[in-house]
């Protein structure tokens, strides 16, 4: 046989034997429910064309989200109290009375108390005693 009958078989015959075998492959049948094709019923899942399953999982998801921000607005919301009872508790520590009450006001040019020990209080009597001019 010679080279170019062998080459002519080669490229009559192998794409002729390679449809043959691909016609074989594709032995299936296909489903009554889905029509979908399948070569083994024992492994075949039928494919229900809605969306249920998608819009499931989103809601699934929104619901999380939503749980997520309600317990982060939750844990806000309690930060905001806590900070604000901090400030509170600090206006009203600053507004308190001091340990110790402060006396009260004295004025030593209105004392009367000829006794008075204040230290202002006996130098202004002393110095209106020792003023030549009439003081009340």
Do not use: W
């Amino acid at each position: 046989m010679g080279l170019i009958r062998r080459v002519i078989r080669r490229k009559i015959r192998t794409p002729v034997k390679r449809a043959a075998r691909r016609q074989l492959r594709r032995v299936s049948a296909e489903c009554q429910v889905c029509h979908k094709r399948y070569t083994n019923p024992l492994t075949h899942t039928c494919v229900v064309k809605t969306d249920f399953g998608k819009r499931k999982r989103a809601g699934e998801r929104r619901a999380k989200a939503e749980a997520r921000r309600a317990r982060r607005k939750a844990a806000a919301d309690r930060r905001k109290a806590a900070a604000a009872e901090r400030r509170k508790a600090a206006r009203a520590k600053r507004s308190a009375p001091a340990r110790r009450p402060s006396r009260p006001q004295h004025d030593y040019r209105l004392c009367r108390d000829e006794d008075c020990p204040r230290y202002a209080c006996v130098a202004y009597k002393d110095g209106i005693a020792d003023c030549p001019r009439d003081h009340p």
